[in-house]
């Protein structure tokens, strides 16, 4: 049993052939041929489509799918023929609504036909490698009507037609439009693009050649560029109701080429209305539109930045080059305050906060504010003249906001060590006369500049409000020891520390004998508590309050400077006094003692003094009375000096001397710095260094800095390369 071979049992097919009717494939065909004929009438409400779906599911069965195939093309396309002249008949605008009923009954025909050869489309052409049904319905809709040699140029014209008159302000029937737009990309991408979009694109193109040609002659940039964005704005909502949505960034394409780009620059330079003039008379929202259609095109953003630069930098340059405007120092500044504050508003308004715009407006700043060699000064006075009295009654919030203005031009300056210098002496004056507005105000600058510049920048200053409250101990100590002196305080000294303060060099006058000799025993009871120091009198840096009686017995307080003090107490032993008397007598320089007795005798309402011969200059000749006429409301007459707001020539070159005194020692530092660490370097990698290292402070003169290196030189610093002469290196 085991040893028996086992069988392998096999079934085999029946072998009798079954036998089909010759005529069943034509028979059944008719059938299905007749329902076809059924659905394009209109009438399948009386079909069997269960019957119908078996029919063409045998006969795919019984391998007659070549034929069923066959056939169905041949039936759709006899249909599609006679729709074809359907549409080619219908008259004017009834040629695109009989177009879209036939291509609804179409589509509706196809999804039964496809019903009832579902079981073709799944077997039979997936084997075959045919179209599908539905989609050989849409090829020969293709074929047959679209592209049929009446209807294609037709249709197109018609649909063109129909776009220009929506863009000539006729209302169309957008629903339709969508619809037959619709069949177009329903028959697939490259049929939309090439019997509709191109042509659109290209008739667009013309159409808004010539409209913008119209327009660029006859309105100003406003109006154009208004008409020019409310084309866009067209073109976008003609995509969204009846377009491909693809189509929209090559319509909008069109329109930015046509309408913009094409005429950018005549626009942007268009006389009397282009960009120029916008930013004249502030027209935010003509330059918002400026810039948001520009910027949808190559280069439309550079080609306004470059305008509002040209333009910003010769404004800027007028203004602090003309003579008119250098008059007064704290109008320069404000107009340039007000020049930024105005691009700034437009920069945020209209150009969206633009970062490069922004930039070109710090660069435009940067250069015509160093175009004038005082605006370091000018700054200084302006910060001056808000700090002495602009900021009286100003909340603190406007007074944060004035000082980030100024620092924001500080930050301009490539000299900030000239503006250092001017501040030191404006500050100096402000604390000794005490007429600073608010302490807090003159901190919290000091501490905007020392985080812009470094603690170096304003160690000095911070020194200066040390010494003030130190002075007001000292003072304190001097009358506690000096009870004999009794309360009422004669005599309040400031002792400043000399590197700290901008001290002139020691101008003496000569004090009237009551305040000598109380100067006198200050100096020795503070040299008797301190050791190792000096004292010397900056005699044209103080003030002093006097007395005095004039003609009817009028008695008044006259709050006065120490120079001025000294002139009048001449008049105690006195009735007329000459120019010369009285420079003899004090001993104040010639140009101090003019303004001093300018202020004394030729102005109004505080002509202490009378001059002989009566006019507005002092001259050397002169001879001074007392008024004794002088009358004023007020007990207590502060009598100012005559103040040379700005700096005189003389006075600009011994500051401008000063400065570049200061900078040598800073220059060789920084050399010696980077040769330090650097060891070997050539002369113009120095160069490059330094003027880096410096630029936060000022701009280092190359000449300047070849200066400093023959100095470290000569003082075995550095040594010159024996082979190449523009090597130096470092002596340790």
């Not at 029937?173 to 990309?185: F, T, Y």
């Not at 003039?277 to 306004?304: A, C, E, K, Q, T």
């Not at 008049?571 to 007795?597: H, M, W």
């Not at 309402?605 to 009375?625: Q, T």
Request: proline letters at 2%; one cysteine or more; hydrophobic letters at 35%.
């Amino acid at each position: 049993m085991n040893n028996q071979k086992k069988r392998n049992f096999r079934i085999e097919a029946f072998k009798q052939r079954v036998v089909v009717d010759p005529k069943y494939a034509d028979k059944t065909w008719k059938i299905l041929e007749h329902a076809i004929h059924e659905i394009y009438n209109h009438n399948a409400s009386g079909l069997s489509f269960e019957e119908l779906y078996r029919n063409a599911y045998n006969m795919v069965l019984h391998k007659f799918g070549d034929k069923l195939y066959g056939e169905l093309v041949v039936t759709m396309t006899s249909h599609l023929k006679e729709i074809s002249k359907s549409i080619e008949a219908a008259q004017g605008g009834l040629f695109l609504e009989e177009l879209n009923r036939k291509w609804n009954d179409h589509n509706k025909a196809l999804q039964m036909i496809r019903d009832i050869l579902m079981y073709m489309d799944r077997t039979y052409i997936p084997s075959t490698h045919k179209t599908p049904v539905h989609e050989l319905g849409l090829n020969l809709w293709k074929d047959y009507i679209i592209h049929s040699s009446k209807i294609q140029t037709r249709l197109l014209n018609t649909l063109l037609e129909l776009v220009h008159k929506e863009r000539t302000g006729e209302v169309i029937n957008r629903g339709l439009m969508r619809n037959i737009i619709k069949m177009l990309m329903d028959l697939g991408s490259s049929v939309y693009q090439e019997d509709f979009e191109k042509p659109f694109l290209e008739v667009s193109a013309e159409f808004y050649k010539g409209e913008s040609q119209k327009f660029i002659e006859c309105c100003d940039c406003g109006e154009y560029l208004k008409k020019a964005e409310r084309r866009l704005n067209e073109e976008m909502e003609r995509v969204t109701h009846y377009l491909d949505a693809k189509s929209e960034t090559k319509i909008t394409n069109v329109v930015e080429k046509e309408m913009i780009a094409n005429h950018m620059l005549r626009l942007v330079h268009m006389e009397n209305s282009g960009l120029v003039n916008m930013l004249l008379d502030d027209r935010y929202g003509d330059l918002g539109r400026m810039y948001n259609l520009f910027r949808r095109v190559p280069n439309g953003l550079s080609s306004i930045r470059e305008v509002m630069t040209s333009h910003l930098r010769e404004t800027g340059k007028q203004l602090v080059t003309d003579p008119e405007r250098l008059k007064d120092p704290v109008e320069f500044v404000q107009r340039l305050l007000d020049e930024k504050d105005k691009y700034d508003n437009i920069i945020s308004s209209a150009f969206n906060n633009d970062k490069t715009f922004q930039n070109a407006l710090n660069s435009s700043f940067e250069y015509f504010i160093n175009l004038n060699p005082r605006s370091p000064e000018f700054i200084s006075l302006f910060v001056d003249d808000k700090l002495r009295k602009g900021l009286k009654g100003v909340s603190e919030e406007d007074v944060e906001t004035i000082l980030d203005k100024v620092m924001m031009l500080f930050r301009y300056l490539q000299e900030k060590d000239v503006f250092e210098k001017y501040y030191k002496q404006h500050l100096a004056k402000r604390l000794l006369s005490g007429k600073t507005v608010s302490d807090d105000a003159e901190r919290s600058l000091i501490v905007k500049l020392k985080t812009e510049c470094g603690y170096q920048f304003t160690s000095k200053l911070e020194g200066m409000f040390t010494d003030m409250k130190t002075s007001q101990d000292t003072i304190q100590d001097f009358y506690a020891h000096h009870p004999e002196l009794g309360d009422s305080r004669t005599l309040v000294v400031q002792v400043l520390t000399t590197g700290s303060w901008p001290t002139q060099p020691g101008v003496t006058c000569n004090l009237p004998a009551e305040m000598s000799a109380l100067c006198e025993r200050f100096r020795s009871h503070y040299l008797g508590t301190h050791t190792g120091r000096r004292l010397s009198w900056q005699t044209n840096m103080g003030t002093a309050d006097i007395k005095a009686i004039f003609g009817k017995g009028q008695k008044h307080e006259l709050n006065v400077s120490t120079y001025q003090m000294c002139v009048l107490m001449l008049f105690n032993n006195a009735v007329r006094i000459t120019y010369k008397e009285i420079e003899q007598a004090t001993g104040i320089p010639a140009s101090d003692l003019k303004r001093c007795l300018q202020s004394l005798a030729c102005v109004k309402g505080k002509n202490v003094l009378r001059k002989e011969p009566m006019s507005k200059d002092i001259g050397e000749d002169d001879a001074f009375v007392v008024n004794d006429k002088f009358t004023s409301k007020f007990y207590k007459v502060k009598i100012g000096t005559v103040v040379a707001q700005k700096e005189s020539e003389p006075e600009k070159q011994e500051t401008r001397q000063r400065v570049e005194e200061d900078r040598k020692p800073q220059i060789e530092a920084a050399i010696v710095r980077i040769m330090k660490s650097r060891r070997v370097l050539d002369h113009n990698n120095i160069i490059t260094e330094v003027t880096k290292q410096l630029q936060s402070r000022f701009l280092a003169n190359p000449t300047e800095i070849k200066k400093r290196i023959e100095s470290l030189i000569e003082r075995d610093f550095l040594e010159r390369d024996n082979v190449d002469r523009k090597l130096y290196r470092y002596l340790a």
